[in-house]
């Protein structure tokens, strides 16, 4: 029999999300075939065997965050064995022991030797907490634990001046004994050895779960992405600048470069044009491409200009990054979000395909809507919401009224890193290639 550890997976990677595994205990894999899929650092990589064997056992089931180097599950080398059905419990047997009267009224059995209630510690401790007299619960085979414990206290919380007895017991059992009861209701309970002055509030109840309810497991890339908003929201300091844009221009020049894009094969969407004015905003603006180092107290202004671009996928929103887009063509940028999309999309994007950003753009394109407040994608200091284009009548430089095609853009920033005037001239300089792109082809797109 052979350990399969977690190996691994690249640089500075400490741990892993086990997230499914691709066979079952019994299956024979074969050497550098797929066998489980882990993921780290919103990337999921498939984790082949490294020899011909049978998966003997799992060790870490999925949702189990496993660090580098531990034991994940067993492999034998030799033909795959059959797995065995599930043992059947055997009827529970009645321990020697008990005493007749206290099993006759639910509560808990005793040690016959020495007379006393047998429970774990942390049963004792919770029912001396809570004010619940032991003999009085009912137990599991000779034994009373904190489970048993809090079931009771939960019946005391809502109504019962006694502890319900278990199903397979309150059936045959008589009424209990009036001296097995406990001296007092459930509002006269001991709190920290005081009465309380008032009756305690009712419990609130528990909310309830109908057969018609679907549970989905809170794993893998939806709990990183959780993670990663938690930890934004609670550590940056968010405030949004919105500003409207005059794109009648853009989209003109956007629909006369579509046709000469497509012979290139390139698909040419607005978002590459967007990238660029971001850039040059910030070169003109370092302080949005920036990053707090807190631990050395000091900020961390960025020399490269990695974007990240948010992409909807089946498994939530993933950043897949186009990296050192100051040093691409408008084509070869609108040819890279294609194709580290599709990637994030499908699955397959790697670990470097999904990190290193320096700024983010986000936009849901034409269902884009008219405004929202992005979340910082930890630990930028600058995302951009790009919102959809909708023709509008305008009124130019003459007071004549046009139909034009405006667009709001919203960007989100980290207040203790930019201030409000820096992130408003950042977005203006952003607004000013965008609605003359002319200067977007003088800088060299």
Known sequence: MSEFKLPAIGEGVVEGEIVRWLKKPGDRVAANEPLVEVMTDKATVEIPSPIDAVLESIVAEEGTIAPVGAVIAMLTVGPAKPVAPPPVAPAPVAPAPVAPAAVGNGAAPLDAARGKVLATPAARALAAESGIDLSSVAGDRGRITKAHVELARASYESGPSTPAAPPAQRAESPAPRAESRPSSTPTQLPIAGELPATPPAPARPRATASAADEYVPFRGMRRRIAEGMVKSNTTAVHYTYVEQID????????????????????????????????????????????????????????????????????QGLTVPVVHDADKLSLLDIAAEISRVSEAARTGKASREELTGSTFTITSLGQIGGVL??????????????????????????????????????????????????????????????????????????
């Not at 050395?296 to 960025?302: A, F, P, V, Y």
């Not at 200091?381 to 130019?396: M, N």
């Not at 405006?406 to 965008?434: C, I, P, T, W």
């Open 247 to 314: 794109v009648t221009k853009l989209v003109a020049l956007r629909e006369q470069a579509k046709k000469a894009a497509a012979a290139e094969g390139v698909q040419l969407s607005y978002l590459p044009f967007i990238v660029k004015a971001v850039l040059r905003a910030l070169r003109k603006f370092p302080i949005v491409n920036a990053e707090l180092d807190e631990g050395n107290s000091r900020i961390i202004l960025k020399k490269r200009y990695s974007i990240g671009i948010a992409t909807a996928t089946d």
């Open 372 to 445: 929202a407040t992005p979340i910082l994608n930890y630990p930028e200091v600058g995302i951009l919401g790009v919102h959809a284009i909708r023709k509008t009548p305008v009124v130019d430089e003459n007071d004549n009224i046009r139909v034009g095609h405006l667009m709001n853009l919203s960007v989100s920033l980290d207040h203790r890193v930019v201030d409000g005037y820096e992130g408003a001239s950042f977005l203006q300089e952003v607004k000013r290639y965008l609605e003359d792109p002319t200067l977007l082809l003088l800088s060299g797109i």
